[in-house]
């Protein structure tokens, strides 16, 4: 039996998909730092300061001090 080059491209999409979820979940459920308030995107991955950069066009700086305000520090 040969292996094409999709199975090994599909391989190893489901691979590191699956990493991603189980180290998000991680994050979020398991995690020592997962008992302090905040978003749960933010615990769940790093993408998410992308997201409000790129996506809300939004500084960093701006969003921390909301959250800040919401979770308080």
């Known amino acids: 039996m040969a292996i094409t080059v999709s199975q090994v491209v599909l391989s190893a999409t489901v691979v590191w998909l699956g990493r991603a979820v189980a180290y998000g979940?991680?994050?979020v459920f398991w995690h020592p730092l997962s008992k302090y308030?905040?978003?749960?995107?933010?615990?769940?991955?790093?993408?998410?300061?992308?997201?409000?950069?790129?996506?809300?066009?939004?500084?960093?700086v701006d969003a921390l001090f909301v959250l800040h305000k919401e979770y308080g520090a």
């Open 25 to 27: 979940l991680y994050n």
């Open 37 to 60: 308030p905040g978003p749960a995107a933010a615990k769940a991955t790093t993408w998410w300061k992308t997201y409000v950069e790129v996506v809300r066009q939004e500084s960093m």
